[in-house]
């Protein structure tokens, strides 16, 4: 299982920030999705988008629905292995 962190810096809240939102929905569609998070830090307009699938190729088979010029793919994700997890 895998966590995927994009962030995002003051992103344009009329265009950007609806694109991001707009491609959240088709998540739940794609084989893999687990869960998804988008985060606005405190007293700024920095945004954090977390989300977990199966495996990276899950990721990878979701980010190609949602086309190139989508902020999400633009934006680097980092990559993290889920050692343990607790809830």
């Given at each position: 299982?895998?966590?995927?962190?994009?962030?995002?810096?003051?992103?344009?809240?009329?265009?950007?920030?609806p694109?991001?939102?707009?491609?959240?929905?088709?998540?739940?569609?794609?084989?893999?999705?687990?869960?998804?998070?988008?985060?606005?830090?405190?007293?700024t307009?920095?945004?954090?988008?977390?989300?977990?699938?199966?495996?990276?190729?899950?990721?990878?088979?979701?980010?190609?629905?949602?086309?190139?010029?989508?902020?999400?793919?633009?934006?680097?994700?980092?990559?993290?292995?889920?050692?343990?997890?607790?809830?």
């Amino acid at each position: 299982m895998i966590n995927v962190f994009h962030t995002f810096q003051s992103p344009d809240l009329n265009t950007v920030l609806p694109e991001i939102h707009n491609s959240l929905q088709s998540m739940g569609n794609v084989s893999g999705f687990k869960y998804v998070s988008l985060n606005q830090k405190e007293n700024t307009q920095d945004y954090l988008l977390v989300s977990k699938w199966d495996d990276h190729a899950a990721y990878e088979n979701w980010k190609r629905t949602i086309g190139s010029n989508n902020p999400i793919v633009q934006a680097t994700p980092e990559f993290l292995n889920v050692m343990e997890e607790r809830y």
